[in-house]
């Protein structure tokens, strides 16, 4: 499903620990890291894509999780030519919902293999910066968006720390 710009919707999702730390995960295969995120289908709300795609790429259900907060209105980033797919769509990038979201369930809860086809292969607890300066460059604007809207929220609810590195 892609608007009449050339977008298609997806959510991205921000997973905090109880100390702030934020879920990074590599793609498989890959050297990137990124935040779990996913399309929107026709007829899903945000937040039932939200908890779709949790479970699908990081196994957590919604049992597992409680929603702190979400971005304003849609963040939109341009896919660089070589990931466009010429002849199957007029796709050039994705408008991204942000969910922010704090693991309620043990940490042991989190497995990467609830899809046919996974999407990570290794996670880690990060902190608040680190996404904003290790994500692919055609990401890091919305990025930069999300952190910075959902910062408030993050703050309320894990003060000033910085969050812990581990897995």
């Not at 709300?45 to 479970?55: D, G, I, S, T, W």
């Not at 990467?112 to 608040?128: A, C, G, I, R, T």
Request: glycine residues 10%; hydrophobic residues 35%; contains cysteine.
């Amino acid at each position: 499903m892609i608007d009449a710009d050339g977008f298609r919707p997806n959510v991205g999702i921000i997973v905090c620990n109880g100390d702030g730390g934020l879920l990074w995960a590599r793609r498989i295969g890959q050297s990137g890291w990124q935040f779990p995120q996913g399309g929107i289908k026709r007829d899903e709300l945000p937040e039932q894509a939200l908890y779709r795609e949790l479970h699908e790429e990081v196994g957590l259900r919604a049992e597992d999780v409680e929603i702190l907060g979400r971005t304003d209105g849609w963040l939109r980033y341009r896919l660089p030519r070589r990931y466009t797919r010429r002849r199957r769509s007029s796709c050039v990038g994705q408008k991204q919902i942000w969910f922010m979201v704090q693991l309620t369930a043990a940490e042991q809860r989190i497995r990467l293999d609830q899809s046919p086809v996974p999407e990570f292969d290794h996670w880690q607890w990060v902190d608040y910066q680190t996404p904003v300066n290790e994500i692919v460059d055609f990401k890091r604007g919305v990025y930069q968006a999300a952190l910075q809207q959902l910062r408030s929220v993050w703050q309320q609810n894990f003060g000033c720390s910085l969050g812990v590195s581990g897995d």
